[in-house]
């Protein structure tokens, strides 16, 4: 009796209905213009927060290149390989950067071995999922080792956590560049004016698009380091507008940011984003945010669309036949592997790896199943 009328009979009741109910796309528009009436007045308040705690966990890159064994020319296969991770366990999108910063700050404060540098790479972004993902998608230590095919035995994978805990001084948290689209954009619509009204109806095309160049950026040293995450998130907006064409005046954004920023860090210019704005063209894409966002050789989205799902399907297996694989144009040394005999040897002694981390990911052999050493 007393079972039977516990409130946990009826939990996976009310876990269907809160499914149902979160599915609803005006319930979400209502909760979306509620939140974003409520956070509006404190703006400003948010902004000078992030800057401030951002001033205090920047990377140096004099630093890094310092290191004896590691090169900023393995950075991009580095992240390469984390963010198709990321992809396969569909972890949250302020994971990669926040990975990519305590990678870029622990590389300033300690010397890394090459052999290491994966581990540190694969301990970072766990450090990460547990401050910033649900806990049913944070990867187990025996995840990370078959990540890795066991080229790190989970003894390995708690020392690192310790040493980078305690090389940054537990502070682990740095605001990201998504955060700072989410503030800069809201603040230009809060504005009310002709440019907010382009804003306002293209909001979430300008909001994807610059996730996608601030993902980009991390991956070339010389733009991530050049720029803090408050100015990537700048650069990557108007690099958006100017990309999807709208009616806005660029030197008008690029003055209100540098209002709001003033005294905070250092100013943009207009060549500063006319520079950005031209490398975009000529950057050559990582693999995984080609398959991350389906994007062609040019930069296209190749998305399905529901309206026209055959013409769609023809398209994408053009593009997939035509698309080979891309990394970052900089100048990475080959990287080290195992023999076929250890491949082998290390497939017998990993086992199989859990189905759940690689379902409907079509590249998941590249990094899971073959394992990439750096």
């Not at 205090?56 to 580095?78: A, C, D, G, W, Y």
């Not at 209002?259 to 520079?275: A, G, K, S, V």
């Not at 894409?285 to 799902?309: A, M, R």
């Amino acid at each position: 009796m007393i079972a039977s009328s516990s409130p946990d009979s009826y939990h996976q009741t009310r876990v269907v209905q809160s499914q149902i109910k979160s599915s609803n796309t005006h319930l979400q528009q209502m909760e979306r213009k509620t939140h974003t009436f409520t956070v509006s007045e404190y703006q400003l308040d948010i902004l000078e927060h992030l800057l401030s705690v951002e001033s205090r966990t920047l990377p140096n890159v004099s630093l890094i290149e310092q290191q004896p064994e590691i090169k900023l020319s393995m950075r991009p296969l580095l992240l390469d390989f984390l963010m198709e991770v990321i992809t396969i366990l569909n972890l949250s999108r302020s994971t990669f950067p926040l990975t990519v910063n305590l990678i870029d700050r622990y590389c300033s404060t300690r010397i890394v071995k090459k052999q290491h540098y994966q581990l540190l790479g694969l301990t970072s972004l766990w450090i990460s999922c547990k401050n910033l993902d649900p806990k049913f998608k944070i990867p187990t230590l025996n995840d990370l080792r078959k990540i890795c095919v066991d080229s790190y035995n989970k003894e390995l994978f708690i020392e690192m956590e310790k040493h980078i805990l305690k090389s940054l001084e537990w502070n682990i948290n740095s605001p990201t560049f998504d955060s700072f689209v989410d503030v800069f954009l809201n603040m230009l619509v809060s504005v009310n004016d002709a440019n907010a009204f382009v804003v306002k109806k293209c909001f979430n095309k300008i909001k994807l698009s610059s996730y996608y160049l601030g993902e980009l950026f991390q991956f070339y040293p010389n733009m991530h380091f050049e720029y803090s995450s408050s100015q990537i998130a700048i650069l990557a907006i108007m690099s958006s507008i100017s990309t999807l064409k709208l009616p806005i005046n660029i030197s008008t954004i690029l003055e209100f940011y540098n209002t709001l920023l003033e005294n905070q860090t250092r100013q943009l210019t207009i060549e500063n984003y006319q520079n950005v704005f031209k490398a975009i063209r000529v950057l050559a894409l990582p693999n995984s945010l080609q398959q991350k966002y389906c994007v062609n050789q040019n930069g296209n989205s190749t998305t399905n669309n529901n309206n026209n799902n055959n013409k769609s399907n023809t398209n994408n297996s053009n593009i997939n036949q035509n698309l080979p694989p891309k990394t970052p144009k900089v100048s990475m040394p080959l990287t080290p592997g195992p023999s076929p005999e250890e491949k082998v040897s290390r497939k017998r002694h990993a086992g199989h790896i859990d189905p759940s981390m690689v379902v409907h990911h079509e590249r998941k052999r590249s990094c899971i199943d073959l394992g990439v050493r750096i």
